[in-house]
């Protein structure tokens, strides 16, 4: 019975060590033994233990938990962030550009703005070519007036611009949005149409995009019509001002030189003189005259009272006759040029009033004849149209879309994102060798 019962017990144990065991941690540096349960020799060799010895072993209590072991995490902080940073949006720019954004046709056509100008003739024609031509600022005009809201307004007169740009075949964020205010369809506009200048060959270029090949010609053509309109509307207003400055300048000639004639009419009224240089003259050689007779006769004075008696007659006739002469040459002398300020008809004042008229006359006379010519130039210009529109590339119906530039605009994301991921990514680690 005792026999029983002491064997019944070591069945109990092993039942016991057995159950043990899987918690049975291994001591560092030493060898489990190969029944798994943690039992080592003496001294550590991972030997059985000799027999009648009692082997110890390690055993962990059960509940109590296990020491800590630092994980690695399954993805790197680096990879992490170029997922976030380049390879999510480039995906969503491929979903975008691939699958979701709709075809744009584009219609291209070119014109010019001609004209006839004026040949820079002379050393003034060397520097002629800095100033801006007529030509050239009404091309710079045409293009402005393609990029503004005047052109979508003359547009708006035969064409929907909203329900062709809202159509059903474009993506969402491509289309526009209406009901929308007239500000937002011009900005809207200028992303749809361009228009440059070449100053090279004096060429307008433009373009114009559409969801549709038929938008895009229609939108195209009215875009050319409105342009020509503005060109003839240019031309006409141009001739017009022309002219009518022409006959301003005319009708001020005109007023200025009746005025001239006014005054000189009355001052020969007033004068008594048609033409004071003329009265001059006569009055000159009258009074050169004079003198040449007073001298003759007081030369032969002379001679004759050398031989006569003073008191003879054909003497007293002649000291008479210099009296007279000599009277009338004062006389004469005088009506040219005179010390007395109380005359008022002295001749030398008449001829500085009448020259002063008479250049004012023939200035007047110049201009008012001036006038004339340009007044005639003017309606020579009126009868033909100086500037007009000449399109030598015009539109046509377009057959594959252009837009949007696919494989580009996703490289072009990607490039963007990527710099943006790198330069990040010194930035932190810049920090990091800092602190």
Not at 78 to 93: D, G, K, R, W
Not at 205 to 234: I, K
Not at 251 to 267: C, K, P, T
């Amino acid at each position: 019975m005792a026999t029983q019962q002491t064997e019944t017990h070591k069945e109990a144990a092993g039942t016991a060590v057995d159950a043990v065991a899987p918690s049975v941690a291994p001591v560092s540096g030493h060898p489990v033994s190969e029944h798994g349960t943690g039992l080592v020799s003496e001294r550590g060799t991972g030997l059985p233990a000799a027999e009648g010895t009692a082997a110890v072993p390690q055993i962990q209590p059960l509940g109590l938990p296990r020491p800590f072991v630092e994980r690695r995490p399954i993805i790197s902080l680096p990879l992490l962030s170029f997922l976030i940073v380049v390879a999510l949006p480039v995906a969503i720019a491929g979903i975008y550009y691939l699958f979701v954004a709709a075809d744009q046709y584009v219609v291209e056509f070119r014109f010019g703005v001609r004209g006839v100008e004026p040949l820079s003739i002379g050393f003034g024609g060397l520097f002629g070519s800095l100033a801006p031509s007529p030509i050239a600022s009404d091309s710079s005009a045409v293009v402005q007036y393609i990029e503004s809201r005047a052109v979508i307004d003359d547009l708006g007169k035969t064409l929907d611009l909203r329900a062709i740009f809202s159509r059903p075949e474009a993506d969402w964020f491509a289309r526009l949005h209406p009901p929308l205010p007239v500000e937002e369809l011009v900005r809207y506009w200028r992303g749809q149409a361009d228009a440059s200048y070449d100053a090279t060959d004096r060429s307008i270029t433009v373009t114009v995009r559409a969801f549709t090949p038929r938008d895009a010609l229609r939108v195209a053509r009215g875009v050319l019509t409105a342009a020509e309109r503005l060109v003839n509307d240019l031309s006409t207003r141009a001739r017009h001002d022309a002219l009518a400055n022409a006959q301003k300048d005319l009708g001020n000639a005109e007023r200025r030189l009746d005025a001239v004639l006014l005054r000189l009419r009355a001052f020969r009224d007033r004068e008594g003189v048609v033409d004071p240089r003329q009265t001059a003259n006569a009055t000159e050689s009258r009074a050169g005259r004079l003198r040449d007779e007073l001298a003759q006769a007081q030369t032969e004075l002379a001679v004759l009272e050398h031989y006569m008696s003073g008191d003879a007659p054909t003497l007293k006739l002649l000291r008479a006759r210099i009296t007279a002469l000599t009277a009338e040459e004062r006389s004469v002398a005088g009506e040219i040029t005179s010390a007395e300020q109380s005359r008022a008809r002295i001749l030398s004042r008449l001829m500085t009033s009448y020259e002063e008229i008479e250049s004012e006359r023939r200035f007047a006379e110049t201009a008012y004849r001036h006038a004339l010519q340009a007044l005639d130039r003017a309606r020579r210009d009126a009868d033909r149209q100086q500037v007009y529109l000449a399109t030598f590339v015009r539109p046509s119906l377009p057959e594959e879309a252009l837009y949007p530039r696919r494989l580009l605009s996703i490289g072009v994301v990607f490039l963007a994102a990527f710099a943006i991921w790198a330069i990040g990514g010194l930035v932190v680690q810049s920090i990091r060798d800092h602190f």
